[in-house]
């Protein structure tokens, strides 16, 4: 316990981690003057990408955006004047109340299709309340819009990280801890105890946890293509769980290094951003959440079936480090941070098998 704590209260600095400009490195490119794209989803025209502009877990606000790969511009899509016009149609809770959009901090999110066509996107919201917010997500391209359809609040004892929706409407998040978020949870996760488990609601019966999910801080979660399973990064477990969507229970485990969040390739292969430094080098990113910081992080191929991984890209230093998605988009791949003012991307090309 001394030694976790002697790691995160002292004044740690590395200095090859700091970045002070946002020139390209080799095939690297970044985008800067943004805040933090921690999370990322692609828009099926194979030309822009919804951001989630994160705040940070501790305090802050942030926004929704989106991203042009075509001309690197972004615009605001949350919050707008439009984004919480009146509906009577709700897809959440029914007595779920639209967010303080003040106080509006995203975090984890997930762009998928519905049954009946229409395209639903998720957020998890920090700001005053721990909540998913449901938008219609309108895409057409650069006029693509967001309107709020309602949102689901977490139960109690509940700080969220990252959520995936079903076809059939139904929902499933990650519960990072059971308190809020502080440099005492951070210690209790690193020191492998119980701090979160997954959960599933729908509109009829609300929230239920998933069994066997109990883990060392639960972060990303991915889900597949026939929504059988979901692949849940437990960060401090060090391990992605394949868990069965419906009945709960851990189906198949792999090591993989303080996995983030995860996306799908192009191949359906499920890519993990996996955090490679020491837990002192992630203490050195949170010391100031917007600039940007060179931590070492290697985004992970897992083969969702036989669960064989291999390593495709790895990055420490400038212009970006501490990534946590990896996205393909118009023959290259886009990757955020939880810290700092921009994105990287690299050609399509470069994620090969080391």
């Not at 316990?1 to 995160?8: E, P, Q, R």
């Not at 059971?178 to 690193?190: A, C, G, K, M, N």
């Not at 066997?212 to 929504?227: F, K, L, V, W």
């Not at 791949?333 to 810290?339: D, E, I």
Request: hydrophobic fraction near 35%; proline fraction near 5%.
């Amino acid at each position: 316990m001394l030694t976790a704590f002697s790691i995160f209260f002292q004044g740690c600095s590395v200095e090859e981690l700091s970045i002070t400009n946002c020139e390209p490195s080799g095939l690297i490119r970044p985008v800067c003057e943004m805040q933090t794209p921690e999370d990322i989803a692609a828009l099926s025209d194979d030309k822009h990408l919804l951001l989630v502009n994160f705040g940070g877990m501790f305090s802050g606000t942030g926004y929704l955006s989106l991203f042009n790969t075509v001309d690197e511009s972004s615009k605001i899509l949350f919050p707008s004047d439009q984004s919480l016009k009146p509906s009577n149609e709700s897809w959440g809770d029914n007595s779920c109340p639209p967010p303080e959009i003040s106080k509006f901090r995203p975090h984890g999110s997930h762009l998928h299709q519905l049954k009946n066509g229409r395209w639903r996107y998720l957020v998890i919201n920090h700001g005053l309340r721990e909540s998913i917010e449901l938008f219609e997500a309108e895409l057409n391209g650069y006029d693509t819009k967001l309107v709020w359809r309602g949102c689901v609040l977490a139960g109690k004892e509940t700080i969220m990280n990252d959520v995936v929706g079903l076809s059939d409407g139904d929902l499933i998040f990650t519960r990072m801890f059971h308190t809020e978020p502080s440099p005492l949870s951070r210690i209790f996760s690193v020191l492998g105890f119980t701090t979160g488990d997954v959960w599933r609601w729908n509109k009829e019966d609300g929230l239920r946890i998933l069994t066997g999910t109990n883990a060392a801080e639960p972060n990303g979660i991915e889900i597949s293509a026939d929504e059988k399973y979901i692949y849940a990064n437990m960060y401090f477990e060090g391990e992605v769980w394949k868990i069965d969507a419906k009945k709960g229970g851990v189906a198949a485990k792999v090591k993989i290094a303080s996995p983030d969040n995860s996306a799908w390739s192009k191949e359906n292969r499920l890519w993990v951003a996996s955090h490679t430094g020491s837990i002192m080098e992630q203490a050195t990113c949170l010391e100031n959440q917007s600039k940007p910081c060179g931590a070492s992080f290697e985004i992970i191929e897992l083969n969702t079936e036989t669960m064989e991984t291999s390593v495709v890209f790895s990055q420490k230093g400038s212009p970006m480090g501490a990534a946590t998605i990896a996205v393909p988009q118009r023959k290259r791949v886009y990757m955020g941070s939880f810290v700092g003012d921009r994105l990287i991307s690299v050609p399509l090309s470069e994620f090969v098998k080391k």
